[in-house]
C-alpha cells in the first residue's frame, strides 16, 4: 500500500479500505489539484479493476470538509474498456 503522508489517518483509512475492496493500486499514479484560492481541492486514487476514489476537500477557517466518491471504470465510447 502506497502511504500518502499528506492525508489524515482517516483518509488515508478509506484509500486502504478501497484498494482493498477493487484489488489493490493500479500503476497509475494518485492525482490531485487545488483552487487557485488554496481553500479546496481534491485528488483521485485508482484500484486495479478500475474504479477510483475522489477526496473533494474544502477548508474555511480551521474547519475542513471531505466528501468521498468511488467512481465506476469508465467506458470509452466504443464500448471498449
Keep these: 500500500m502506497t502511504n500518502y503522508p499528506d492525508l489524515t489517518p482517516d483518509s488515508q483509512d478509506r484509500i486502504e479500505d478501497f ?22 481541492g481534491w485528488y483521485e486514487v485508482y484500484a486495479a479493476d478500475g474504479y477510483c476514489l475522489r477526496c473533494e476537500w474544502s ?18 465510447s466504443d464500448g471498449r474498456d
Aim: proline share 8%; with cysteine; net charge positive.
Design 19 to 40: 484498494l482493498a475492496r477493487h484489488g489493490g493500486a493500479c500503476s497509475t499514479p494518485r492525482r490531485e489539484g487545488v483552487a487557485a484560492s488554496g481553500d479546496g
Design 59 to 76: 477548508r474555511m477557517g480551521s474547519r475542513e470538509e471531505l466528501r468521498y466518491s468511488e467512481l465506476p471504470p469508465r467506458v470509452r
